[in-house]
């Protein structure tokens, strides 16, 4: 059974730099895809970024693109998301999830964490 456990969330204003941490009790972790994903109120779940722990090839969302950045630790089986110059509409419930598939649908995002809350104030 594989669990992830996040953490690092919480109440920032505008400009903060927080970092987040996610860590899976998963046997291989370094040939999985690790990802950070948020749900603001009302909306849709959506991709944040993604990290390949295997080569280290990463993905970012368009609206977070230079000011986050995922990172894994794989000796600690643990995937981070630095977030730089928050702002208000960063404002979500924060999850990692994992997949062994390397270009995976939403779907196949097999193991979810139970979510973290950060919250941006302007």
């Known amino acids: 059974q594989v669990q992830l456990v996040e953490a690092g969330g919480g109440l920032g204003q505008a400009g903060g730099s927080p970092r987040l941490s996610c860590a899976a009790s998963i046997r291989t972790f370094s040939t999985y895809v690790m990802g950070w994903f948020r749900q603001a109120p009302g909306k849709e779940r959506t991709t944040v970024a993604a990290?390949?722990?295997?080569?280290?090839?990463?993905y970012y969302a368009a609206s977070v693109k230079g000011r986050f950045t995922i990172s894994r630790d794989n000796a600690k089986n643990t995937v981070y998301l630095q977030m730089n110059s928050l702002k208000p509409e960063d404002t979500a419930v924060y999850y990692c999830?994992?997949?062994?598939?390397?270009?995976?649908?939403?779907?196949?995002?097999?193991?979810w964490g139970q979510g973290t809350q950060v919250t941006v104030s302007s």
């Open positions: 990290i390949n722990s295997s080569t280290g090839n990463t």
């Open positions: 999830a994992v997949t062994p598939h390397t270009r995976p649908t939403y779907e196949e995002w097999g193991y």
